[in-house]
Nanobody, 121 residues
Framework: QVQLVEFGGDLVQAGGSLRLSCAASGRVFSMNAMGWYRQAPGKQREMVATITSGGWRNYADSVKGRFTISRDNAKNTVYLQMNSLKPEDTVVYYC???????????????WGQGTQVTVSS
């Protein structure tokens, strides 16, 4: 069994910074793409940033230049550094990872439980 646990959500003033972390635990053999998504109440979950196993990054236009995704493969962890936060960044953030639990089987996508980020104006 694999679990993704997020840390770092908090209340911050506009213009401030936060760093989210998401660590995978359990039967992790290898990790492929990892990412951060967010979802506001009543809206669809949207991609914020993704990073492949080779380090290629992709960002939503709304966060380009402000957010940076990174990963530490030795720690099975993905990070999201969020700078210049805006009130509209206030939502629940979810991490996501495509994980293989053994050398022969397929990979599956797992989700964290979500962490709340609140940006006050």
């Amino acid at each position: 069994q694999v679990q993704l646990v997020e840390f770092g959500g908090d209340l911050v003033q506009a213009g401030g910074s936060l760093r989210l972390s998401c660590a995978a635990s359990g039967r992790v053999f290898s990790m492929n793409a990892m990412g951060w998504y967010r979802q506001a109440p009543g809206k669809q979950r949207e991609m914020v940033a993704t990073i492949t196993s080779g380090g290629w990054r992709n960002y939503a236009d709304s966060v380009k230049g402000r957010f940076t995704i990174s990963r530490d493969n030795a720690k099975n962890t993905v990070y999201l550094q969020m700078n210049s936060l805006k009130p509209e960044d206030t939502v629940v953030y979810y991490c996501n990872a495509n994980i293989r639990t053994n050398a022969l089987g397929p990979s599956y996508t797992y989700w964290g439980q979500g962490t709340q980020v609140t940006v006050s104006s």
